[in-house]
């Protein structure tokens, strides 16, 4: 690393030995601390300031440290500098469970959030609407796909069909995938995919079977799978097909994938596409209901996406592919997770599971979050086990691999993992929330956290709401020089809590927002509370995440839309009309220290009515039948905003070139809805030393 303009060699006196230390020789100290100590010692003194401000420092740092992480590729645009802070940021509030933004984005009948894309569908027949908003880039406009002229030109011969079924499956790389079902003469069940920001309908796919349906893709390349092939013994088996999207064509031959046995996306399977690749992972290697084989494997596969052939679909090794065994304990299922990602760190595909185990015969049972890397033999059909696709037979070679596979001796010994890839959650003395209160439980290995949405309702209040963000972090500890080494002497278990006891720091717990005790006289908190549950909307929470987003849907009961509230990470994430706060108790439960709270902000707004969400000042009220109007004083039907001509400040809003042949457009841009609805607050001002990104 080379000093940076403006970096000094004098000495001043009065300074320590640290900050005296020539540029080059901090360089090579940071090449030995994580990000987030890069980011602690540049707080320490206004000479290391430059440790989060240089350019081309940060542009080293975090190309080395982080080089597959979104803030790394966005860094070309936005600088080097500032993608270092926000990274460290979005990591740092996901381990405190704090976010940066949360807000009411909108309300609909059901949503699909992926990528930081949100759609959501309104189903005010006979206006039947598709809103897709970016959340994660601050879009102040949303793309609106009017589903019944959608469908029309789609799918020929539907224009009079009123009675039918549309709902989102994906949305990735700017292509969504949606499952239109109608029963009128016929059942017949279509896949359509359309790219809405450029106005293109690709070829539709009248479907064979929708049970268990997904569907991944990348700008290239669709691929979607059902659970609906009969294996032939009783089980059905996973069945792929993909489609070229720049071909506009869909691939002749299916794939079966006649090894992957679990059929609970999430759960006990999990399907990505990656890079180039498409990825297939389960946590069980047979189908019978119990278990044979006291040893249990992941079974991990994958093929090029522009080459889905059964004979060159490559799969972990046994020897690499090791889960654990059963003699360490049952496991109670409720709470399993299964997922692969790319590590932002290395760029290296990883399993993460999260597993509620009785560990070595404990009375009591404990959340653990495991890691495995996922490595592939360097040649194809180099596994243990064959990929089979459905359109071909089995060879006499493929049945003897599976004959010798099932036949293989039970083994009885168990691996050794190493305390890195293994994070200790909670266990029945710290968690007290059932899976029933718990509406969201996910893992982050690049902050090394797991972040519950919990329902903190206390036993006296049966009908009411109270969710709250929880999350477990953990961090290493200073290196002991000279301590003893007896691990070589410890095995399985033991040697595993012992490793992990020298290595990292106990848990840290962390509440967002913090406890609301009645009677509270905090009018703030309790806003904060409304927006993240909103009156007149509870209840049916579902919830997803990402690495920097928490989005839930609530309310619905009685066929009512539900209210969509956004929780957001990313220091970068703004919405149109968000409000900073200025005041009140916000640090989390279990975060040490304090913040410094600016009474005098002028951007702050602490209204008086908490009761519930009302609208902004200066806005006004909208108008509408009492019985059909919700606490945002928004109606669920009539009064959804319509087609909007203008945003804000007279700027025209963007459009699409007139195409003669359509004269109905099935697609058009408007203002967002959250921009119609109250709720939406800021709190990048109030984190003390952190401040702006």
Not at 45 to 69: G, M
Not at 214 to 227: K, Q
Request: net charge neutral.
């Amino acid at each position: 690393m080379t000093a940076p303009h403006g970096a000094e060699h004098t000495v001043y006196m009065g300074k320590s030995r640290l900050q005296r230390l020539p540029y080059e020789i901090i360089g090579f100290i940071v090449q030995n601390l994580d990000l987030e100590d890069v980011f602690e010692l540049s707080l320490c003194s206004r000479d290391f300031q430059y440790l989060i401000r240089d350019e081309r420092f940060c542009r080293a740092v975090i190309t080395t440290k982080a080089p597959y992480a979104l803030e790394t590729r966005e860094a070309k645009r936005t600088g080097f500098a500032r993608a270092l802070r926000r990274l460290v940021k979005r990591r740092s509030a996901v381990s405190q469970a704090y976010p940066y933004l949360i807000g009411i984005v909108g309300l609909a009948d059901s949503y699909v959030y992926h990528g930081g894309v949100i759609c959501y569908i309104v189903e005010a027949r006979p206006k039947r609407r598709l809103r897709i908003l970016d959340l994660h880039s601050s879009a102040n406009v949303e793309l609106v796909v009017d589903i019944p002229t959608l469908i029309s030109k789609a799918v020929l011969g539907t224009r009079k069909s009123t009675r039918y079924k549309f709902r989102v499956l994906h949305h990735a790389a700017g292509i969504t995938t949606c499952l239109f079902s109608f029963a009128l003469p016929n059942t017949e069940n279509w896949l359509l995919v359309f790219k809405a920001g450029e106005q293109t309908i690709f070829e539709p796919l009248r479907l064979d079977s929708t049970a268990r349906i997904f569907v991944r893709n990348n700008e290239e390349f669709l691929y979607f799978g059902t659970h609906s092939d009969d294996g032939g013994d009783g089980f059905r088996r996973w069945v792929l097909r993909g489609f070229s999207i720049k071909e506009n064509l869909w691939f002749p031959k299916k794939m079966q994938l006649s090894n992957l046995v679990g059929y609970d996306i999430g759960s006990t399977a999990c399907f990505e596409v990656i890079d180039d690749y498409f990825y297939g992972l389960s946590s069980q290697t047979a189908f019978e209901i119990e278990e044979i084989d006291w040893t249990s494997y992941y079974y991990c596969f994958r093929f090029r996406l522009d080459d889905p052939d059964a004979r060159k679909t490559q799969v972990m090794k046994r020897q690499d592919s090791w889960r654990r065994h059963h003699s360490e304990g049952p496991i109670d299922d409720r709470w399993s997770l299964l997922k692969l990602e790319k590590d932002e760190n290395s760029g290296k595909v990883k399993i993460i599971e999260c597993r509620k185990e009785w560990l070595a015969g404990k009375s009591g049972s404990r959340r653990t979050y495991y890691t495995k890397e996922v490595v592939f033999p360097a040649t194809y059909n180099d596994g243990d086990r064959p990929v089979t696709n459905s359109n071909e037979d089995i060879s006499d070679d493929q049945a003897a691999n599976v004959i010798e596979y099932l036949n293989r001796p039970k083994s009885a010994t168990s691996e050794e993992r190493s305390a890195y890839n293994v994070h200790p959650g909670d266990d029945n003395s710290t968690f007290l929330f059932s899976r029933g209160k718990t509406h969201r439980s996910s893992y982050q290995p690049s902050s090394n956290a797991f972040i519950d949405l919990i329902d903190d309702t206390s036993t006296e209040q049966v009908d009411a709401q109270c969710l709250r963000l929880r999350a477990g972090s953990r961090r290493l500890k200073p290196v002991l020089l000279g301590a003893s080494n007896d691990l070589a002497k410890l095995h399985g278990q033991l040697r595993l809590e012992v490793e992990m006891d020298r290595l990292y720091r106990p848990n840290q717990i962390c509440m967002w927002p913090p406890k609301l005790e009645p009677p509270s006289s905090d009018l703030a908190l309790k806003e904060i509370y409304n927006i993240l549950n909103p009156p007149g909307y509870q209840g049916n929470i579902m919830a997803t995440s990402d690495e920097r987003s928490v989005v839930y849907s609530t309310g619905g009961s009685s066929g009512e839309l539900k209210a969509l509230v956004y929780l957001s990470f990313d220091p970068s994430t703004k919405l149109h009309g968000m409000q900073r706060w200025g005041s009140g108790r916000l640090l989390p439960e279990g975060v040490k220290g304090g913040l410094q709270w600016d009474g005098n902000d002028s951007t702050c707004d602490p209204r008086g009515k908490v009761d519930r969400l009302c609208q902004p000042a200066g806005e006004p009220t909208v108008q509408g039948n009492p019985k059909e109007m919700n606490s945002f004083g928004l109606s669920d039907r009539s009064s959804l905003p319509e087609r909007a001509v203008f945003s804000s400040g007279g700027i025209p809003l963007p459009a699409f070139p007139p195409r003669d042949e359509d004269k109905t457009p099935w697609v058009w841009f408007e203002r967002p809805m959250y921009r119609e609805l109250p709720g939406k607050f800021t709190f990048d001002e109030v984190r003390g030393h952190y401040g702006r990104f």
